[in-house]
């Protein structure tokens, strides 16, 4: 190991020349004050922890060999005292992928998924663009940020990055002396200084492992101007531009022109190759299965971002996609279950994607069948469990008020539903169900009510206590623009609120709604750029196009497209129930 206070003579005398004629793609902001190039690794600086690692080049430089199938990480948690390293910091490095990343890859990690492990880190998305990660608590929370660069970086080539992080002001990374992200807002006012170990080519502890040549590793507890990593790039000769990405965000605004062509890419590589159109996988990772719930989610992200599925697709894509997702249906109706949602969820999902794609369920649904009857709707509403009404509202969702859109159901029936549920509001709150406290979240109560909320909106019934949901909503937003978190199903649950409940009594708060919405708008620019690159489970995605669907609504002036989106739930196609149930289900059904 070598603790360094300067450049070796010749490289200073390279970077002044060079200094003077950079060109950064953007200006960074002065250097702070603290000693330069506090820590130098490469893997000829003994004891560097290299013992037996293959070794090759990288940028002309000796590199260590690490291979994702090896499973073995550089550790250099004892060369440098990381923990101090909590606030300024330029972190750069000199590597070379030798295999296209199979999923987010580390190069440079103190971050380990545990409670309380997280402090930074340097690495690859799954598509090939860089990231910088970093926690102030660490945790995943309020307090940590993810960046990524706007390029894609790939096997074969040496590059010379940099990640810089000035707590509380701004983090930015530069590839090849050019900036190709940065953030300036949600940036943690510094780094948590964990017992994490910090590793090159891994993730403590080990739960992904990197194919890449590690040349050279730089730790300065300081801000590097652009300038100065522009020089520091041209001294090693990594100066070649890489292909830009447009970015989604510019300018204070989100252009969710962008973001439909990226999630229609992102989508189109879940599915399988080969298989029938529609057969998708959850994520972009190669081992990742192929789900009822994938097919489905995508099917309501393309028509969230407004296509219309029936004119946009041929008839053979369409039926392809139809008969894949009856493939997982069941003679009682059912679909095969997803391992985070009842059987009810899934029934809802397929009745949104089957009414987008003009299909129909391929068996009567017998869920209904424990409520469908007058007599049965107060008992079946009993039981659910209102003290985790998150979940429990699921059963709701999909169940009731998808049967409340059938051709067999009556007004008598839908009746006695909104009798008990108004009988059970509370008038102080505008939650369900009054009197019963939370077993898990308090926030819970948010995510039941959104479930329940469309029954009232799609048959037109008004809901008795708007005033009081929209001061519970905006009551719960935290500081940072979140009700739980950036791509969280909550945080859309509330947009939806505040948007459904602004309807029902359009002059009360407006201005306050107008306020959280940007908010929490800004906290997604600030995340977006990270996320498709991450392969996120497309049921995740989602909730994302819900959630722009609504910021769409309620703050048009920052989220801007030539089509209108919709929202998961105001949307009606979605609950088209008599359009989608099986042949011969009701009285008087024609086959299609």
Not at 191 to 215: E, F, K, N
Not at 445 to 467: C, K
Request: hydrophobic share 45%.
């Amino acid at each position: 190991m070598r603790v360094m206070t300067k450049f070796p003579l010749m490289r200073v005398i390279a970077a002044a020349v060079l200094l003077g004629s950079a060109s950064a793609a953007s200006q960074a902001a002065p250097e702070a004050p603290g000693a330069a190039d506090e820590f130098r690794w490469t893997p000829g600086d003994p004891p560097g922890g290299t013992e037996g690692f293959a070794r090759t080049t990288a940028g002309g430089l000796d590199a260590v060999l690490l291979a994702a199938e090896a499973r073995k990480a550089v550790d250099i948690s004892a060369l440098y005292p990381w923990n101090e390293a909590t606030g300024p910091l330029t972190l750069r490095l000199v590597f070379q992928l030798t295999k296209p990343p199979r999923g987010k890859t580390p190069l440079l990690s103190k971050w380990r998924l545990i409670p309380g492990g997280r402090s930074f880190e340097v690495g690859l998305m799954p598509d090939g663009r860089p990231y910088f990660d970093v926690s102030g608590s660490g945790h995943w929370d309020g307090e940590g940020l993810e960046i990524a660069g706007a390029c894609r970086l790939l096997p074969g080539k040496p590059y010379a990055a940099a990640a810089v992080f000035e707590p509380g002001a701004r983090m930015a990374l530069f590839v090849n002396g050019r900036r190709y992200a940065a953030a300036d807002a949600h940036v943690p006012a510094r780094l948590c200084p964990t017992t994490t170990p910090v590793l090159l080519g891994a993730q403590p502890p080990g739960d992904r492992w990197a194919d890449a040549a590690i040349a050279l590793v730089l730790v300065d507890r300081r801000v590097l101007s652009a300038e100065r990593i522009a020089a520091w790039a041209a001294a090693l000769g990594l100066t070649d531009p890489l292909p830009e990405i447009e970015p989604a965000v510019r300018d204070g605004r989100m252009d969710l022109t962008v973001v439909r062509r990226d999630t229609m890419d992102y989508l189109g590589r879940l599915q399988v190759e080969g298989a029938a159109y529609g057969v998708l996988r959850q994520t972009a990772l190669d081992d990742a299965p192929v789900t009822l719930y994938a097919s489905c989610d995508a099917a309501w992200t393309r028509a969230c971002m407004g296509e219309e599925l029936v004119k946009t697709l041929t008839p053979e894509q369409r039926r392809q996609w139809i008969a894949h997702i009856n493939s997982f249906a069941h003679e009682d109706g059912t679909y095969t279950r997803d391992r985070r949602h009842s059987l009810e969820h899934g029934n809802g999902m397929v009745i949104g994607a089957l009414a987008v794609l003009g299909g129909r369920q391929e068996h009567p649904v017998s869920l209904y069948e424990s409520f469908d009857e007058e007599h049965e709707i107060a008992p079946w509403l009993e039981r659910i469990r209102w003290d985790r009404q998150w979940s429990a509202s699921h059963l709701f969702w999909g169940g009731m008020h998808c049967y409340s859109m059938s051709r067999r159901c009556t007004d008598a029936w839908r009746t006695l539903v909104f009798q008990w549920l108004d009988d059970n509001l509370d008038p102080a709150t505008g939650w369900w169900r009054k009197g019963v406290p939370q077993a898990g979240l308090p926030i819970e109560v948010l995510g039941g009510a959104a479930h329940i909320w469309p029954i009232y909106q799609h048959h037109s019934r008004p809901f008795p206590y708007p005033e009081r949901v929209i001061d519970s909503i905006l009551a719960m937003q935290r500081a940072d623009g979140a009700w739980l978190g950036f791509s969280n199903y909550m945080d859309l649950d509330a947009l939806y609120g505040l948007a459904y409940m602004r309807t029902c009594a359009p002059n009360y708060r407006a201005e306050d709604i107008a306020a959280a919405a940007r908010r929490h708008g800004r906290l997604v620019m600030a995340r977006y750029p990270a996320f498709l690159p991450g392969a996120p489970d497309v049921h995740t995605v989602l909730a994302l196009i819900g959630t722009l669907a609504l910021l769409q609504e309620l703050a048009p002036e920052s989220f801007r497209d030539t089509v209108r989106w919709s929202d998961i739930f105001s949307d009606r196609r979605f609950y088209r129930t008599d359009l989608v149930e099986a042949a011969g289900e009701a009285a008087g059904d024609r086959q299609r």
